[in-house]
């Protein structure tokens, strides 16, 4: 099974994330997301005995309610050559500090993730038109959005032809 765990995000959020989208030319190759998630760690293909070790896990998390609020969007993996871009949230040292107590729970099950950078993915860029003028996009768009995170979620991501499905197989 093919399994992360992330920050779900309310309709309200995911409905201006849309509209982000939207401003984007079509002319451009790029995968728009449909189900936007913030990512905390990547587990990656796992066998069920590996899942219900990390289910038991992650039970033994209580996480203080906290509140996020969208950022400015970015790009991976730099601007000369890009392939994701993305929406950030802050304060950005609660999101960190949530996802360093998941890395501990795990660190012998899995690597930790030196390079964490929380981040909601928008779409994978397979080719642009005109980078200067996404780039220049990206510098104007201001979204804001606040929301509250009280929970997070193991979820497993089947990948189709038409995209990822992700189902929630717990909430934490």
Same mark, same amino acid.
């Given at each position: ?39 905390? !760690?990547? &587990?990656? =293909?796992?066998?069920?005995? %590996? @899942?219900?070790?990390?289910?038991? $896990?992650? #039970? ?35 999101? !960190?500090? &949530?996802? =360093?107590?998941?890395?501990? %729970? @795990?660190?012998?099950?899995?690597? $930790?993730? #030196? ?58």
């Amino acid at each position: 099974m093919r399994i992360f765990i992330a920050i779900e995000l309310p309709d309200r959020i995911k409905e201006k994330l849309k509209n982000v989208q939207k401003e984007f030319s079509r002319e451009d190759d790029i995968n728009f997301v449909k189900d936007y998630h913030l990512t905390l !760690k990547f &587990l990656g =293909e796992i066998s069920s005995t %590996k @899942l219900k070790r990390v289910r038991e $896990r992650l #039970k033994t998390i209580i996480i203080k309610p906290f509140d996020l609020h969208l950022s400015k969007l970015g790009v991976f993996p730099d601007m000369k050559f890009i392939q994701v871009f993305w929406i950030g949230a802050e304060p950005e040292n609660k999101i !960190k500090k &949530l996802q =360093e107590r998941i890395d501990s %729970k @795990l660190i012998d099950i899995f690597k $930790r993730d #030196k390079n964490f950078k929380g981040h909601i993915t928008l779409g994978r860029v397979k080719k642009l038109n005109d980078r200067d003028k996404f780039l220049d996009k990206i510098k104007q768009i201001q979204i804001n959005g606040k929301f509250n995170v009280k929970n997070f979620y193991l979820i497993q991501s089947e990948l189709t032809s038409s995209g990822p499905v992700y189902t929630i197989l717990e909430k934490y």
